[in-house]
């Protein structure tokens, strides 16, 4: 039995299968569960008795019926791979407060945001855009306001959300979307960008306009990638709060 005091109950509205081991699940809670872009929810199923919990980022927006979430099922993960099973219509236990300070920044004022993700790292960053797209509807943007989101994957059936980002990049004056896949000779037709995030992280980050004391850098996903930009942009003298990290597990 969860604690009512804690975890409100969702059910699985709806499901959709990216890769093997990925999937982005839609929650129905049963009741409001208030975010900012870039905060996450808590999960939680009883197995074997055992109130097993894990976050993960929200990649809805905040006004949106119910809660988008992009999940990789890791090999005999405790919490994700019965995640992974459940279907549509079972239901999820959530934590009924959103927590995170990842994005507590953004959006930054006249400056250049630089997003960095690997794989379901992009969570946080679709939410941050869907919200600021509604935002651009009202016309009520920050003035300056810009977007360059770098997303990694092995290959780009792991990328996730790549249609709606690429569309979303083609219509929004302000957004900048590169997906770059690290086996590119498994894909002999993609023609976007090759190699690792870290491959790439420096010449957008000047494209974009990120330099000390102009712009923020947004890194999140995997520790390896993370520890690996990091040093990267400090190497070009951006260090402190102009980088912030959200890191998914301990390296
Ligand atoms: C703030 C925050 C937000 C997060 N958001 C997301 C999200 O949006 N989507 C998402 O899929 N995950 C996200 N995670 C990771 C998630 O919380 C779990 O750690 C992950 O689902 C594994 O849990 P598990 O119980 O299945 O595995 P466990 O049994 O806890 O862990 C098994 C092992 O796998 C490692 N591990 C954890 N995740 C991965 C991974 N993705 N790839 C390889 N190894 C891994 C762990 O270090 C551990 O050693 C987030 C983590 C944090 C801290």
């Known amino acids: ?4 005091d804690k975890y409100a109950l969702a059910t699985v509205v709806e499901r959709r299968d990216v890769a093997s081991d990925l999937w982005v699940m839609r929650i129905a809670p049963e009741c409001p569960l208030p975010f900012r872009p ?8 009883i197995l074997d008795g055992r109130t097993v919990e894990r976050p993960y980022s ?19 993960g405790e919490l994700s791979a019965p995640l992974c099973k459940l279907p549509v219509g079972a239901e999820v236990a959530v934590r009924r407060r959103c927590k ?3 994005l507590k920044e953004f959006p930054l004022q006249l400056e250049p945001h630089l997003f960095v993700a690997t794989v379901t790292g992009v969570a946080p960053f ?13 016309d009520v943007l920050p003035e300056g306001f810009a977007v360059t989101l770098i997303q990694g994957a092995s290959t780009s059936a792991e990328l996730g959300y790549v249609a709606e980002l690429t569309r979303l990049a083609n ?3 302000w957004l900048t979307y590169i997906p770059t896949i690290s086996r590119p000779w498994e894909e002999p037709g993609w023609e976007g960008e090759t190699g690792r995030v870290e491959d790439v992280l ?14 923020g850098v947004f890194l999140c996903g995997n520790p390896q990638m993370v520890r ?5 942009m400090r190497r070009s003298g951006l260090a402190g709060k102009t980088v912030r990290e959200e890191q998914y597990w301990p390296e």
């Open 1 to 4: 039995m969860y604690d009512p």
């Open 38 to 45: 870039g905060q996450y929810a808590t999960l939680c199923l």
């Open 58 to 76: 929200i990649a809805s927006a905040p006004d949106e019926d119910t809660v988008e979430l992009f999940i990789e099922r890791v090999p005999n």
């Open 100 to 102: 995170g300070l990842f």
């Open 126 to 138: 679709v939410s941050a855009i869907r919200g600021q797209q509604r935002l651009a509807a009202k």
């Open 171 to 173: 219509e929004l004056p």
């Open 202 to 215: 420096r010449k957008y980050a000047d494209a974009a306009g990120v330099r000390p004391g102009h712009g």
């Open 228 to 232: 690996n930009a990091r040093a990267i």
